[in-house]
């Protein structure tokens, strides 16, 4: 994407009235999608999104400019805006040589899908909406999404940092919408990789669309979902989300730092039921969150975050690790070449433990099973997080009986993490996610076997 | 500026050729982003963006695409790549790209010179003047998580090869800081924000203030029992749901057989004390716009009226479709989006009475604060509607103990018939709906 000489001089440029630390972050980004909505293929879109972000810090204080003009001249312009936002006061002239390429092993990539003819695209969209039609005439609206990206990005430092890597990422995802007596309700499945389109190996677009299908018409029998606190029981692959709010962001070592975790000093405490190992692991081939180096240069890492109920350590990325004179945990992430990087989460999961899940259910007289979950929400200061059931039961008398309606189920992250009391022997990989944190979204996978709560707030109107 | 974007729009809608309509929307955007942070500057970003969004529409048939430099060749590729795109589309009788309608754009005026003339130095110095305030508002604020002074100058033009030529150019800033308060080992959070279009509108003590009293006023919250009450929504709260209230009235949600309201028009769908319109032609609008994002001009347009359902909204293409105007309400994420249907500016018409006054009259009530989980509780297809809530308990007409780690629940069809009062206290926020008191009966508090 850029010559090293010119990253050289480039970072020289920004280094040129005295910096502790420039960057170069160089990122080119295709991507395709495809709308079905309707019946119809509404839309084929592609886009070409280019640039280069370049950050200078001066003591505490990070000076940041992008540019999507990557000529030596563009590269110059943004280097002198970075260094003059960091408001540097002097200081030695420093000659950035960068040297060491190192490349790291690409990521797999079977079936690149900017070779997939547009129209094989379109087919799958079209399979979708006939899978989920036939599902009975109840089913009264459906949209299909396909979409691809590749991303390739180069990150060169003033430590002599220069490093590439080439992430492609395939998604398919299937909305239905079914009406009945009772109104409409809907239903969503979705499956990603960072893969290419051999993604469709593994997935079945027509089995998605009947699943989602179905997931809609269970609903139109639904009943308003109840209220109060009670036992909630996540099937497998569900309960990532609640990982991620409940403590995942909390161990954030940015969030850590500002005292606005939940979790801040407590390394080496026991924090979550013993039965409980939580990790962070980026280099999981494949899985959503996966990537060679994070978008700081470091690669990814495998990273035990909470050992048998024990907090073990936070997530870290650069800025964070050097003030703290360690290396970073490779999650420094950022959601473009516009953006400063962050700590950000990759694939999280709990691991397996060695209940029956079958049993956990039946050890439960009266509560709520949470077959899919659908996105959250959390105050790491508070640690008080929310996460949406999109499609959730009873649990009568130790079986999962009728259906229950949409909502939001709140709890404390700490607490909760206590409260854990069974973890099934079924471990899955969850849906694939966006995570949003302070108006940056990336990519994040998650996962965890059957697990109970033995109380949360289930946040329906029924008594 | 703008009229060098417009030049760039209307030479690639130039490119349609026989059969096949082309859209072109150019963008600029400049920006400056100063984060403060224990009394230095933690971040500063200065940066611009650029980029076009190319629709060509062939035969009823759609492609899209899009691209984020504006060199020659980049164009030239970004429109061969649409128009290669619209051969895979299905065909859409009502597919098009907007034609001018006759209607004239408000003359707004939304920029301010001050803001592109204001220097960086002052820009940091808001930044940690907001930090400083926040901190020093009261002694339990024990920390700022974030102070942060933004800005940007926004230019857009959008031509079509059906005659749209349009363009639109403003000015916005804000300080946010976001705090966290401190006592006998409870920690609560509170934002405070203060919007304008250049930075003499703002205000750095009604930010520090605000993300004061919001956390402290929290500290010591515990769990409220599980019950049905009366909930007083703050202004900011209010804004968030007109905003899901605004999805379901979309024509398109209405077309596509997702909308609550779909065969509701001229019924009773809220309380008589509702009155809900979307104008974009009001200045004082963060998001007021003179024309939509398909280069028509926005208008004023009543969607509820004393309760009434009077209007959908549409754009060009889901008026055809429903064989009436579009109403100007074409939206659209930047130049990296098709346009879609969308409320600009939502506002609800303002009761006589303020928060206080509405307070003192409810034995039982939670005045929210704050909600969470709107993308992970709120089906807008089929109402369900629950979201996590924080906030004061209301017992015999005032406020007493704070309330967190609740749901409030209901549904979207229920939340606006049981609407008791619309407050008195408008105020436009940086989102694209005005927010009000407004009170609303028999919700479900799920916490203990």
Not at chain 1, 283 to 290: D, K, L, P, S
Not at chain 2, 114 to 122: G, M, R, V, Y
Request: with cysteine; aromatic share 6%.
């Amino acid at each position: 994407m850029l010559e090293a000489e010119v990253v050289n001089r480039t970072l020289s440029a920004a280094m040129r009235t005295g910096a502790d630390f420039a960057e170069v972050f160089a990122e080119d980004r295709r991507s395709s999608s495809a709308i079905l909505d309707d019946g119809r293929v509404e839309e084929v879109v592609s886009g070409r999104d280019r640039g280069a972000g370049i950050r200078v810090v001066v003591g505490e204080t990070t000076g940041f400019a992008h540019t999507a003009d990557l000529s030596e001249a563009g590269l110059a312009a943004a280097a002198g805006a970075a260094a003059a936002a960091a408001r540097q006061t002097g200081g030695a002239r420093r000659v950035v040589e960068v040297s060491s390429l190192e490349v790291p092993r690409p990521l797999a990539v079977r079936v690149p899908p900017e070779d997939v003819p547009k129209s094989t695209k379109v087919a799958l969209l079209t399979a979708a909406d006939a899978a989920a039609r036939s599902a009975g005439p109840a089913i009264t609206q459906v949209s299909a999404r396909y979409g691809d990206g590749r991303r390739r990005i180069l990150v060169a430092d003033s430590d002599g940092l220069f490093t590439s890597d080439d992430q492609v990422r395939t998604l398919f995802s299937v909305s239905c919408v079914a009406s009945g007596d009772t109104g409409m309700q809907t239903g969503r499945e979705s499956a990603g990789r960072t893969a290419g389109f051999e993604l469709f190996d593994l997935y079945d677009v027509e089995e998605m669309a009947r699943r989602a299908a179905r997931r809609a018409l269970t609903k139109l029998t639904a009943r308003p979902a109840p209220s109060g606190e009670m036992p909630v029981v996540v099937g497998p692959g569900g309960g990532g989300v609640l990982f991620h709010e409940a403590c995942g962001h909390g161990l954030e070592a940015d969030l850590v730092a500002k005292s606005a975790s939940a979790f801040a000093g407590r390394v080496g405490e026991r924090v979550a039921a013993e039965m409980v190992t939580l990790v962070d692991d980026g280099t999981m081939a494949g899985e959503w969150g996966h990537y060679g180096i994070d978008d700081e240069g470091k690669p990814a890492a495998r990273n035990v975050l909470i050992s048998d109920g024990v907090l073990t350590d936070y997530m870290w990325d650069r800025l964070r690790a050097r003030k703290e004179g360690r290396a970073s945990s490779g999650n420094g992430r950022r959601q473009s070449y516009q953006h400063l990087p962050m700590v950000r989460m990759t694939n999280t999961y709990i691991e397996n433990g060695d209940a029956d899940p079958d049993d956990i259910v039946a050890d439960t007289p009266h509560g709520v099973y949470v077959a899919q979950l659908g996105g959250g929400q959390v105050n790491t200061a508070t640690g008080d997080f929310v996460f949406g059931m999109t499609e959730a039961y009873l649990i009568e008398n130790g079986e999962i009986t009728a259906p229950v309606r949409e909502g939001n189920l709140i709890g404390n992250g700490p607490e909760v993490l206590t409260r854990i009391d069974a973890l099934g022997n079924d471990f899955a990989m969850g849906s694939p996610g966006t995570c949003g944190k302070d108006g940056q979204g990336v990519p994040v996978g998650d996962g965890t076997p059957t697990l109970r709560v033995t109380a949360l707030t289930v946040g329906g109107t029924a008594a | 500026m703008s009229q060098n974007l417009l030049e760039i729009a209307q030479r690639v809608a130039g490119w349609a050729g026989d059969g096949f309509d082309v859209e072109a929307f150019v963008a600029h955007e400049r920006e400056t982003e100063v984060r403060a942070y224990g009394g230095e500057v933690e971040s500063l970003t200065a940066a611009s963006a650029q980029g076009i969004g190319v629709r060509v529409v062939q035969q009823g048939r759609q492609g899209f695409a899009y691209a984020a430099t504006l060199d020659d060749d980049t164009v030239r590729e970004t429109f061969e790549e649409a128009l290669d795109n619209s051969r895979f589309g299905s065909v859409d009788e009502f597919a098009g790209v907007a034609e001018p309608d006759g209607l004239e754009p408000e003359p707004l005026d939304l920029y301010r010179s001050e803001l592109a003339e204001f220097p960086t130095e002052d820009k940091v110095a808001l930044a940690l003047e907001l930090e400083r305030v926040t901190l020093g508002a009261d002694p339990r604020v024990t920390g700022v998580e974030s102070a942060e002074y933004a800005d940007t100058v926004y230019e857009s033009a959008v031509a079509t090869s059906r005659g749209v030529a349009a363009t639109a150019r403003e000015t916005g800033c804000y300080l946010a800081a976001y705090s966290l308060a401190t006592e006998h080992d409870d920690t609560q959070t509170g934002f405070g924000f203060s919007v304008g279009r250049h930075p003499g509108d703002l205000s750095v003590e009604t930010a520090g203030t605000d993300a004061a009293t919001r956390a402290t006023r929290l500290l010591g919250a515990s769990k409220g029992s599980t019950r049905r009450l009366t909930v007083v929504l703050d202004p900011y709260v209010t804004a968030r749901l007109l905003g899901i209230v605004g999805a379901t009235l979309s024509g398109e949600a209405v077309l596509k057989g997702r909308s609550l309201f779909a065969d509701r028009m001229h019924e009773a769908v809220g309380a008589s004390s509702l009155t809900l319109v979307d104008d974009a032609t009001d200045p004082d609008a963060f998001t007021a716009s003179a024309i939509d994002a398909e280069g028509l001009a926005t208008r004023r347009i009543p969607l509820i009226t004393d309760g009434v359902l009077q209007s959908f909204l549409y754009d060009t293409y889901t008026a055809r479709r429903a064989g009436v105007s579009s109403t100007g309400s074409a939206v659209r994420g930047g130049f990296k989006g098709t346009p879609g249907v969308g409320a600009h500016a939502l506002s609800l018409t303002p009761g006589t009475r303020s928060q206080d006054e509405i307070v003192a009259g409810i034995d039982d009530g939670l005045l929210v604060q704050g909600v969470t989980g709107l993308h992970s509780g709120v089906n807008a297809v089929s109402g369900d509607f629950s979201v996590g809530a924080e906030g004061l308990s209301i017992r015999g007409g005032e406020t007493a103990e704070p309330i967190r780690e609740v749901t409030i629940a209901s549904t979207i069809q229920r939340l606006l018939l049981d609407v008791v009062e619309v407050g008195s206290d408008l105020e436009w926020l940086p989102m694209s709906a005005a927010g009000v008191t407004l009170a609303i009966a028999d919700v479900t508090m799920s916490g203990t």
